[in-house]
C-alpha cells in the first residue's frame, strides 16, 4: 500500500514493533535482553506531531483493508484502538524505494496486532478456564504481497519478542487463510473453537510454566471454605490462573454449539 509521504522517518527499519504509545521501535532478536518488555522499551525512535499523524494514517488504511479482506464490518486496527488499548502491539513491514527522496514510493507490506485477551477457554475436561494468552487479534499482508513469505516473517518476529509458542497462542476468528498459515509453517491442525470466536489448537494447555498463560493481576489461593480465593497482584506480577473446573463429573471438553460439538466428537483435544 502506497502513501503520499515517505515510510522512513516513521519507520527506519523495515520491521518494527508499536505499541499504545505509538512510538515505532526495533525488533532485533539479537537484542538479548532480559525480558521482552525491557528489550521493547530500550529500542525506539520518537516521533513529531507530524510523524505521528503520518503514522495513524498508516495504521488506519492497513486496518481498514485488513478488514475488507476479512470482510469485516468493522475495523479491528486502528491508530486510536491501538492508544488505547493496553497491551496490544502491532509488527509492521515496510519496504523503501531505494531513492529515498522520493514521496509516496514507499509501501506498507503488511501488519500483525497481538495483545493478551481474558478469555474463557474450555479445557478436555469440560473445565472452564480465564486465562489471559497472547492472542493473534488481527493480521494483513497486502494482496499484491501475500504468499511472498512476509507473513512468516511478522509472525516469527512475534514469536520470538513475545516468546510464545504457536501452539500456545489464541486467534481470533481465523480466516481460511490465516487456518492455511498455521497449519503450514506452524503444523496447527484441527482448531478447537470456543464460544467467543477465539480459536486455540490441541497442546494450548499442555508445557506451560503455570504462572505464565493465565490471568494477570490475579493469583489463585488455597480452597477456603470451598470457594477459591483470588487476590490482586502488582501490575507488573507474573501472571497466574482463576480456574474453574467442574471436576471429574463434567462431559469432556463441553461442546457449546453444533459445530464445536462435532470436532470435540472427532478429535482428541489438548
Ligand atoms: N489462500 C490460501 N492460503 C493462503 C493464501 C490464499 N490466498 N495466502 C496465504 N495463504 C497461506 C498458505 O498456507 C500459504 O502457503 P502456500 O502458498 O504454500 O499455500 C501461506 O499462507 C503463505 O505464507 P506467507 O507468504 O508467509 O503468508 P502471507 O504473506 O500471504 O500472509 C496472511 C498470510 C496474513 C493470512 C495473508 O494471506 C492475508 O493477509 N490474508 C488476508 C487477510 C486475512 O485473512 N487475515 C487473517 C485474518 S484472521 C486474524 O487476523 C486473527
Known amino acids: 500500500m502506497n502513501f503520499q509521504f515517505s515510510l522512513d522517518s516513521i519507520f527506519p527499519e523495515d520491521l518494527m514493533i508499536i505499541g499504545r504509545d505509538l512510538t515505532p521501535k526495533v525488533v532485533d532478536g539479537s537484542l538479548n535482553s532480559s525480558t521482552p518488555s525491557e528489550y521493547y522499551y530500550k529500542h525506539f525512535c520518537r516521533l513529531d506531531p507530524s510523524s505521528k499523524m503520518a503514522l495513524g494514517e498508516v495504521l488506519d488504511r492497513m486496518g481498514a483493508a485488513s478488514a475488507r479482506a476479512q470482510g469485516l464490518s468493522q475495523v479491528i486496527t486502528?491508530?486510536?484502538?491501538?492508544?488505547?488499548?493496553?497491551?496490544?502491539?502491532?509488527?509492521?513491514i515496510t519496504r523503501k524505494h531505494p531513492d529515498r527522496s522520493v514521496d509516496g514510493a514507499d509501501i506498507c507490506v503488511g501488519f500483525l496486532k497481538v495483545g493478551r485477551k481474558r478469555l474463557f477457554i474450555l479445557d478436555s475436561s469440560g473445565g472452564q478456564n480465564e486465562v489471559m494468552p497472547v492472542s493473534v487479534l488481527d493480521f494483513y499482508v497486502h494482496e499484491s504481497l501475500q504468499r511472498h513469505g512476509y507473513g512468516r516473517q511478522l509472525f516469527d518476529a512475534m514469536l520470538q519478542t513475545e516468546r510464545v509458542e504457536p501452539v500456545h497462542l489464541a486467534i481470533d476468528r481465523p480466516s481460511d487463510k490465516l487456518?492455511?498459515?498455521?497449519?503450514?509453517?506452524?503444523?496447527?491442525?484441527?482448531?478447537?473453537?470456543?464460544?467467543?470466536?477465539?480459536?486455540?489448537?490441541?497442546?494450548?494447555?499442555?508445557?506451560?510454566?503455570?504462572?505464565?498463560?493465565?490471568y494477570p493481576n490475579k493469583r489463585r489461593s488455597p480452597m477456603k471454605n470451598g470457594y477459591e480465593v483470588t487476590s490482586m497482584v502488582g501490575i507488573n506480577g507474573s501472571p497466574s490462573f482463576s480456574r474453574h473446573s467442574h471436576g471429574s463429573s463434567a462431559s469432556p471438553c463441553r461442546p457449546a454449539s453444533r459445530e464445536v460439538r462435532n470436532l470435540h466428537d472427532h478429535h482428541q483435544l489438548w
Do not use: W
Open 78 to 92: 486502528t491508530m486510536e484502538k491501538l492508544r488505547t488499548s493496553e497491551n496490544h502491539i502491532v509488527y509492521i
Open 179 to 214: 487456518t492455511s498459515f498455521l497449519a503450514k509453517h506452524c503444523g496447527l491442525r484441527q482448531p478447537c473453537p470456543q464460544t467467543n470466536n477465539f480459536v486455540v489448537y490441541p497442546g494450548f494447555f499442555s508445557d506451560r510454566e503455570e504462572d505464565e498463560l493465565f
